[in-house]
C-alpha cells in the first residue's frame, strides 16, 4: 500500500493505526511509571528529568527501589513484559506475508515471528491493565 505522504511500501492503515496505538499506550504507561516513581520515593533519590532521559529498560531499578518496595512485583513484572514486547515491535523489520508489508521481529535466540494484528492486541491489553494498575497504586 502506498500513500500520498510517501512512495514507499506500508502496511495496511489498520495495522499502521494498531501500531502506533500501541506506541502511544506504551509510552503512557512509560511517563506513568515515572510519575509513580516520584510519588513514592521516599528518599528523593529521583528527579523527572533523570527518569525521562533513561531508557525504558533503565527504569527496573527506580521501579524496584520505589514502587516494588510499597506493592509488590506485579507492576515491575507486568512492565517487564510490555517493555519487552515493546522492544519486539520497535527493533522490528518489515516484510511481505500474505500479499501484505507487515512486521517481523527476531529474537536473540534465533526465534523469528511475525507481530501480528493480534499480537498488537495482546500488547494494547496488557498496557491497559499495567495503567489499571498503576492508577490503583497512585490512589493508595
Not at 496505538?21 to 512509560?30: P, Y
Not at 510490555?82 to 518489515?94: A, C, D, E, L
Request: charged share 35%; net charge negative; aromatic share 12%.
Amino acid at each position: 500500500m502506498y500513500e500520498d505522504y510517501s512512495r514507499q511500501s506500508l502496511p495496511p492503515k489498520k495495522y499502521r493505526e494498531l501500531l502506533g496505538s500501541a506506541i502511544c499506550v506504551f509510552n503512557s504507561n512509560n511517563a506513568f511509571i515515572i510519575e509513580n516513581i516520584l510519588r513514592s520515593d521516599d528518599d528523593k533519590k529521583y528527579n523527572w528529568y533523570e527518569l525521562i532521559d533513561k531508557v525504558s529498560g533503565k527504569l527496573t531499578e527506580p521501579i524496584k527501589e520505589t514502587i516494588t518496595k510499597k506493592s509488590g512485583e506485579e507492576i515491575a513484572s507486568l512492565f517487564d513484559e510490555v517493555f519487552k514486547m515493546r522492544n519486539r515491535i520497535i527493533h522490528s523489520f518489515q516484510v511481505t506475508h500474505n500479499d501484505e508489508q507487515i512486521l517481523a521481529t527476531k529474537y536473540k535466540d534465533g526465534q523469528q515471528i511475525i507481530v501480528t494484528e493480534e499480537y498488537l492486541y495482546e500488547f494494547i491489553k496488557k498496557n491497559e491493565q499495567l495503567s489499571d494498575l498503576l492508577e490503583e497504586f497512585r490512589q493508595r
